[in-house]
Structures are given as structure tokens and as C-alpha cells.
């Protein structure tokens, strides 16, 4: 029957009860009513009387019991109280409360009361709901008698070994529920055989009913502070992740990071000790970090463990967060194990610091409680272990790109030592007056920003006078860049020089700097200028002047800060007259002309030369060559050098190989018919020369220098003209001009 309906139903015997002994209410005249035994009647009334008074007790106890566990806050309270509250209101030897677990499918004993008859039980024992006369009670929500108390226990192995001992004979069933959710059930048993009276069912299920409100107020309040208690856990754990997440990317230097990320964590799990070892870099020690001793020491010296084995390694490797008692501490190294004992230290937790691939360390928490750590502190111990690798990964990272960095800055400055002494920079070889006038112009202009025009022939130096130039330059500490613009197809010049966008043409698979961007802040050198193409002439133009440029394929304007020298041994002035070379670019190219005489012309500086160059290349070769011969060296130096110091270098290359002790072995043959080849071609070239000369004197009227005169009609300086007419025998007026 339905707890509404029952309390109905007990409410109307009430009701009866009360008008049969109230006279107040309209009870029939006494003469009216049946009397055949006076005395009898009367005992009838007082028992009724009194089971009157003994239900109005009951339900009066009942309304107490209501609001006693309404003034319950949780549901410790609740149980704490319930079996004080019970008894006042139903008769029973032995109360038990049963809650269904989260999952619905046990009831656990969360209250017992055993009373002098029943069973000793321990709390948190489940029972499972299919099967049971509990489960079924609870499923169909309604109270069901036990006859037999002894048959149920007997059913569980719990509770079987108290089935014979306990006295307990009857029980019932009453489900605890509200209309929002069944909660569990109480159990009220007997010694007593047999079922009780309706009206003393009523109240366990009335009583059954007060409780499931009071509990489910009580577990509502439970969850909410549960879940406060879980909010603050979680927000103390996301703050001590971002803690250590802000000491990870502020600290720069490991220890600092240590030190800092042990301060917050004493924060939070309240330890007596921590500790961070890190692997050496030799990748068998364990090498303490940080070791704290909060209450005591504070930060100690460091101390290195014993080498760790293979097997060490990987357990290191895949070791997850660990609780460890003394017992496991045990296992430390014993310089390890003292300091910990001296402490106190009952209980550590303890994980590794481990990238996907290697370890890194270990870190640890000691406490002087037993039971200080729980699971969720070894879930975030593990947490912050990710945090602190990818840390000590990226230190470690770091200590190898800055280790390689300053390798590569010493290699740097090796390397271009080595340079300066292998292409001599700063101090050309030689000593002629020819190459001092020139070292006397680049002293005088290297230091300024003017661009600078080298002319001369090929193989007399023009990229080291270049290199000296920039390097006695203010730009000495930025990049020196070339390009030789005849050794680039002419189609691929404009993007060498300005660069280009991907896709600004076939084959421009991605973007591309030009050498006017890698050299800015720099010197660019463009060798063999003449060779650049009339349609790109323009554009060079326009770097020069305005200092700006587009990339191929781009429409957005790079502003860069250049020098440019410019080399050519091609006749500029003539190339202007044959349409060949813009005037506008020839003129921007030649504010400072730089004549570099031929090594014919220097002919003082050809031993010095030969010995710079044997030196160097039997250094390089590892030969032992002390000297040169005086005939190869008078030889080489009457030789005419058509292709000048790259010709001389070579041709000394080629008597280092051939030399097998300490004097330089000269192949003179070779020299000798280098020398009749130049001479049986010379005669040709002398002619043309000579020809070319004559016709510039009769154009000039035998004027040779000033404007119009045959020097600036060749190309030529006033003294190199006068040099080569000496040279050949030419007249300043030829006979054609006196005609």
C-alpha cells in the first residue's frame, strides 16, 4: 500500500479514535447506546483510550523526528543521529541504512545500529540489488517482510559467518526514495517472529520518507561541497601549472628554474623535501639540481649519484609517478638515503623527467606523513614533470645551438684569418711604383661610400683590390658580396641582382633575396659590368641612384643601403660610342676610376709574387720548397704574363707539383714557348696597336691628352698612351700628319 494512503488510513483511525473518547464532538447520547455489561464497556474505552494516547505519542514523535533530521546538514549528521531518532519513534532490535552506489547496481551498508541481537557487519560492505530481497525492494519501491534474517545473511559471503550467531529473527524493508530519485533502504529487524501491526508499518514508511528528504537535502549539499572542494583542487592545480608554466618561459638560466618551480610546488603539496636530478652530459650520472629542505636546511649543495646502469636508464625511461614508503627509499644511494632519513621522510613521490625518446632526470617529494600524497597529487606530479622536461629538453637544446654558435664564430674568425692570409687583403704583394699608385687611390677612397670603377685586364687582382677596398671601409664588419655578370646567363642576371617572388617565372619554385638585399648595410662588387645587357642597364641605374628596387614577380619597393664597386677590362668609352653601354651608368660607375696595371708593367713585383705563392702552396701540399733557382726566377720574371697574376699563380701551382725536394723545379721549356708564342703573335697585336694609335693622333691632330684628344678617344690615361707610343716608336705627329 502507498505511504500517502497508509498515513490516510492510520489518520482516519485516528479520527475515530478521537471522536469515540471526545464527547465534545457529537458522540450519540450514552442512553441510546447498547449497555449489557457496564463494567465491560468501561475497559473497552480505556483501551482504546490509551491506544489512542500511544498512536498520538507515535505520530507525535514522528513530527519530532521530522524536523530533528531536517536540522541535519550532510549526511554524516544525518546518520550520526538516526539511530536516536529512530528508536524514540518504532520498536526494533537492530536498524541498518543502505545507499544504492553511484552506478545502481549495489546498495552499501552506510549506517548500523546492531543493537545487543545483530550481526557485527563493518561498514562499506555492498551488496548487490539483482537477486537480493533488498534489491527488490528498492526496484519495485515497496516494503517487503523477512521472515528469516538468518536465510538472508547466510547469502552473502560477508555475512554468512554471522548468520548463526545473530538472534535476530524478522526484518523489513523500506525503501528510501523522493519523487526525483530512489536513494537506498532502511532495514528494521527483530528477535521477534511474525509481522508487525499496519499502523507500526506506516510509520517506517513515514519514517522511511522523512529520512529520503532529509538525505537527499543532505547529499545535494554534500555534492555542492564536494564540487566546491573539486573547484578549488582544480584551481589550485591550474595555478600551479601556470606557475611553473611562467617559471619555465621566464627563466633562462636551469637552476633558477629549479629553485623557482621548488618554491611553488612547497606551495601547493605543502612537502618536506624536493628534490630534481638531471642526467649529466655524458648520459650515465644522475646530477642533483635543486635539493630542498624547507623546514630545516633550506637549498643544499648539490649531490651526484652513483653511474646509472642500462637497466637504470630505462626504468627511467618508462617509469610512471610512484609512491614509495621508507622501505622503497631504501633503494637510494646511500648519500641520497641519509639526508632523508636524518629528516624524517615517511612517504615521496617520485616521477622522471623524460622527453618521447631519452630521460632527463627524476624529480621527487618527500613528506614526514605517512599519508601526506594522494593519487590526484601523482597525477599532477606528473603534470608538472612534462612541464619541467620540455623545459630542461629545450635548456639542453639551447646549451648545444649557443655551443655550436660559438664553435661556428671561432671557426668564423678562423676562417677569415685564414683569408686574409691567403688572399693578403690588406697588404697586396708587391712594390712597384705602379701598384703603390693604385694602394695610394684605394687608401684614399675606401673609406668613403663612393662607388668605384676598377679597369683592367684579366687576371691583374681586380676582386682583391675590390676585398681591400671594403675592408679598409667603414662596412668592414657587414657583407662583401659578388656576382660575376659574365658568368650568368644574361636572362638570370636581373634575378641574381634584385631576386624574385615564387612563381615569377618558370622554374622560380620559391623566393629568392637578390644580391642588392644580401649585400645592404654592405659592398657589393659587380665583376665584368660591360657585360650586362642594355635592357638591365636601366634598372642598375635606378639601384644606384635612388637606392631602391623591385623583385621580379613583385610590386612592393626594397629600400637598401649599397656600395657597388664595378670591374671591367672591357673599353667602356667605346661600347658608349658603339651604343653598347648606357652614358647615364657609365658616368654613375666612374666617380672613382681605378687604373690596375698589368703585370707586364710591374715587373719588380714578379719575385715577390713567386715567392708568396710557393710558400703558400707547398704549405698547402706539405712540401718542404726553401728556395727558387735565380735562373727560373730571372725567367719568370722576363716572362710576359699575358694573363697575368692568375697566370703566374698558376703556372708556380703547376713547378710546386712537379717539385719533389727543397728547390723549386720551374718547367722552363713550357715558359720559353709561352714566351715565342706570345712573341710570334706579337707582331700582329703590335701592328693593330700600333695602327689603332696612329689613327687616334690624326683624328686629334696630334693633340693626346685634354678633351678630344687620342688618350680619350682610346680609352686610355695621358701616360699609358705616351708609355705605349715610347713603346712602339710612334711620333706624336706621324707622318701622315704632317702630309
Known sequence: MPIVAKMAENSQHNDRLKEAVNPSIGFADASTLEQPNRSSHKLAMTDQLSATQATDGSYRRLLELGAAIDKQTNVRAVLKSLHQLLSAVIHFDSVAMMLLTNDGKSLQLVALERGQAGPYVDLGIEKPCEGTVAGLAVEEQ???????????????????????????????????????????????????????????????????????????????????????????AERDRWKLLLEINNHVVSCLDIKELFRAACDSLRKHFDNDFAGIWIIDKEGNRLESAALDFPSSHGFIDGMTLPTLTAEDLHRMKTRQTELWTPTDMNRFPAVVLAPLQSEGIQAMAITSLRTSNRPLGVIALGSKRADHFCPDDLDLLAQIATQISLAVDNARAYEKLNASRNVLEQERLYLESEIRDEYNFEDIVGKSASLRKVLQEIEIVAPTDSTVLLHGETGTGKELIARAIHSLSSRKSRTFVRLNCAAIPSGLVESELFGHEKGAFTGALMQKKGRFEIADQGTLFLDEIGDISLEL???????????????????????????????????????????????????????????????????????????????????????????????????????????????????????????????????????????????????????????????????????????????????????????????????????????
Not at 552473502?156 to 525503501?175: C, D, F, I, K, N
Not at 657597388?564 to 653598347?580: E, W
Open 537 to 739: 642597364q636601366p634598372k642598375l641605374l635606378r639601384a644606384l641612384q635612388e637606392h631602391e628596387f623591385e623583385r621580379l614577380g613583385s610590386t612592393r619597393t626594397i629600400h637598401v643601403d649599397v656600395r657597388l664597386i664595378a670591374a671591367t677590362h672591357r673599353d667602356l668609352p667605346t661600347m658608349m660610342r658603339n651604343n653598347q653601354f648606357r652614358e647615364d651608368l657609365f658616368y654613375r660607375l666612374n666617380v672613382f676610376p681605378v687604373e690596375i696595371p698589368p703585370l707586364r708593367e710591374r715587373r719588380d713585383d714578379i719575385p715577390l709574387l713567386v715567392n708568396f705563392f710557393v710558400s703558400r702552396l707547398s704549405r698547402r701540399m706539405q712540401k718542404n720548397i726553401r728556395t727558387v733557382p735565380k735562373e727560373a726566377m730571372e725567367a719568370l720574371t722576363n716572362a710576359s704574363w699575358p694573363g697575368n697574376v692568375r697566370e703566374l699563380e698558376n703556372f708556380v701551382e703547376r713547378a710546386v707539383i712537379l717539385t719533389q725536394g727543397t728547390e723549386l723545379r720551374v718547367p722552363a721549356k713550357e715558359l720559353k714557348r709561352s714566351s715565342v708564342a706570345i712573341i710570334a703573335s706579337s707582331s700582329t697585336f703590335e701592328d693593330a696597336e700600333r695602327q689603332a694609335i696612329t689613327e687616334a693622333l690624326k683624328a686629334a691632330a696630334g693633340k693626346i691628352s685634354g678633351q678630344g684628344g687620342a688618350a680619350e678617344r682610346l680609352g686610355l690615361k695621358r701616360t699609358t698612351l705616351q708609355n705605349k707610343m715610347r713603346k712602339l716608336g710612334i711620333a706624336r705627329f706621324p707622318a701622315d700628319v704632317l702630309q
Open 142 to 232: 515497496r516494503t517487503i517482510y523477512v521472515a528469516d534474517v538468518r536465510q538472508e545473511l547466510s547469502k552473502l559471503p560477508e555475512t554468512a559467518s554471522q548468520a548463526r550467531a545473530t538472534e535476530l529473527h524478522s526484518a523489513y524493508m523500506v525503501p528510501i526514495s523522493t519523487p526525483r530519485r530512489k536513494i537506498g533502504l532502511l532495514s528494521f529487524a527483530r528477535r521477534e517472529e511474525g509481522e508487525a501491526g499496519a499502523e507500526e508499518i506506516v510509520l517506517m514508511e513515514a519514517v522511511a520518507s522523512h529520512v529520503a528528504t532529509a538525505l537527499e537535502s543532505a547529499l545535494a549539499s554534500d555534492a555542492a561541497e564536494s564540487y566546491q572542494r573539486q573547484l578549488r
